[in-house]
């Protein structure tokens, strides 16, 4: 149980487009989804943190209107790159706590990541 | 404020031979911790995790780590190495403000030598 997908596993874009990430519970509802940014070689950046129904809550230095997150549903957010840039290529990372979690003490599901790759 | 150091950013060892990967963590109070495993190109799949009951954590595929307060460690370890332990392991603190967010380590590559 306790399952996250995300899709695509791998994209390439031209510079200038929008990429849209999913990332879905499959087997759980999701109070709370969270998005991560993971560079070679080093450790997860959170980049927002997203509700079902709200307005995501970004991290410090991250520009909300390039990373737009949306979170439908209790079972699906989706992270969209704005007019995308080379210095946006990354592995990026979805998690998922289960409905009526999200406290300290909870665990986050990850989805397998999204390698971008913007040319 | 929350954080962990993980203190070998690179461990190898022989399969069959025991694995010690460190991790201390900062915390003004009683924290919540974890150790996550990301094997290449993957996501990160929940080890163990500490919640302020036993000291001693068992996790999946032979880990466990031990919640130390005195020393503020949370150290992971397995008695017998397997080559596919090889992978990037993260230790990882909850942030006090209870909205779920994860500060995580800088990561601790374990080589596994056959």
């Known amino acids: 149980g306790a399952v996250v997908s995300q899709h695509p596993s791998r994209v390439i874009c031209k510079s200038g487009t929008s990429v849209k990430i999913e990332c879905r519970s499959l087997?759980?509802?999701?109070?709370?989804m969270f998005w991560y940014r993971q560079f070679p070689k080093q450790s997860l950046m959170l980049m927002a943190t997203s509700n079902e129904g709200s307005k995501a809550t970004y991290e410090q230095g991250v520009e909300k209107d390039k990373f737009l997150i949306n979170h439908a549903s209790l079972t699906l957010s989706t992270l969209t790159v704005t007019s995308a840039h080379p210095e946006d290529s990354s592995f990026y990372i979805c998690?998922?706590?289960?409905?009526?979690?999200?406290?300290?003490?909870?665990?986050?599901?990850f989805g397998p990541g999204t390698r971008l790759t913007v040319l | 404020a929350q954080s962990v150091t993980q203190l070998d950013s690179h461990v190898s060892v022989s399969e069959g031979t025991p694995v010690l990967l460190r991790c201390n963590y900062s915390?003004?109070?009683?924290?919540?911790l974890f150790w996550y495993v990301q094997h290449p190109n993957k996501g990160l799949q929940l080890l163990l995790k500490y919640t302020s009951a036993a000291t001693l954590v068992k996790g999946i595929n032979g880990f466990e780590a031990e919640f130390k307060k005195s020393e503020t460690s949370f150290h992971l370890t397995k008695p017998s190495a397997h080559m596919s332990d090889a992978a990037e392991y993260f230790c990882?603190?909850?942030?006090?403000?209870?909205?779920?967010?994860?500060?995580f380590g800088q990561g601790t590559t374990l080589q596994v030598k056959p």
């Open positions: 087997d759980f509802q999701a109070t709370t």
């Open positions: 990882v603190v909850s942030d006090l403000s209870n909205t779920g967010k994860l500060i």
């Open positions: 915390s003004s109070y009683s924290p919540s």
């Open positions: 998690s998922a706590t289960p409905l009526g979690g999200g406290g300290a003490t909870d665990t986050q599901y």
